[in-house]
């Protein structure tokens, strides 16, 4: 398989409980981007990655959350402590290196539910 | 299997048909745009794109209109299939970054 793979594809957790989730992006990519979507909206940005190093966050992305990519391939993002406004669908992206945004790639995302 | 907006707005049209679905984006600067297609429990997929500095780019059944004078694009979907079935974004990538701020979305239903 050479898309994006994300890992688990629905997670049920109750409200307070961590959740981590995993981002296999293709494997010549270099750029790796999470974004969440609630129902009936578009994708909002939260992070990318060039290689290991992230360079930038928005501003939704709460304390709470934290993302990393220590070799520069896979991606966890993980919440502390989630809250019901957490529940949404984590999609991450990748985009292959010296082609800036062009190439994107999306994976199935990740459905939170929290209860 | 999940919905991806049960609130969208909705564009009926039948098999065969053509599909006119628009968008208004938010940055005058945006120099680069995507229109997307996301079926239940996927995510997006890359549809067609087009640059600021042209104002309209034809794939294969589908054309992209960009007016710039009043951030307004459109996706032109011809002969409309059961297939295109999906809810249709436009994406804008803000000049000095790396990221898409999406629109809302628009829910297309093809009727048989």
């Known amino acids: 398989d050479t898309g994006v793979s994300q890992d688990p594809r629905h997670k049920i957790t109750k409200r307070g409980q961590n959740v981590t989730f995993r981002c296999d992006p293709i494997?010549?990519?270099?750029?790796l981007y999470w974004y969440r979507q609630t129902l009936g909206q578009g994708p909002e940005f939260l992070t990318y990655?060039?290689?290991?190093?992230?360079?930038?966050k928005s501003r939704l992305l709460s304390n709470r959350f934290s993302a990393e990519r220590p070799k520069g391939s896979f991606s966890t993002l993980e919440i502390q402590r989630t809250e019901q406004g957490d529940s949404a669908m984590y999609l991450c992206?990748?985009?292959?290196?010296?082609?800036?945004?062009?190439?994107?790639?999306f994976g199935s995302g990740t459905r939170l539910t929290v209860v | 299997g999940e919905s991806v907006g049960l609130h969208l707005p909705t564009l009926s049209v039948q098999e065969g048909d053509n599909s006119i679905i628009n968008c208004a984006y938010s940055?005058?600067?945006?120099?680069?745009f995507i229109w997307y297609k996301q079926e239940s429990g996927k995510g997006p997929q890359f549809i067609i794109d087009?640059?600021?500095?042209?104002d309209k780019r034809q794939g294969q059944r589908v054309t992209v209109l960009l007016n710039k004078t009043v951030k307004h694009l459109s996706l032109q979907i011809a002969a409309t299939q059961p297939g295109d079935s999906a809810v249709y974004f436009c994406?804008?990538?803000?000049?000095?970054?790396?990221?898409?701020?999406f629109g809302t979305g628009t829910r297309l239903k093809v009727l048989a």
């Open positions: 994406a804008e990538n803000p000049p000095g970054t790396y990221k898409y701020i």
């Open positions: 087009i640059r600021s500095n042209m």
């Open positions: 992206a990748s985009s292959p290196p010296g082609q800036g945004v062009y190439g994107y790639t």
């Open positions: 494997s010549e990519h270099n750029r």
């Open positions: 990655f060039q290689n290991e190093a992230q360079l930038e």
């Open positions: 940055n005058s600067a945006s120099d680069y």
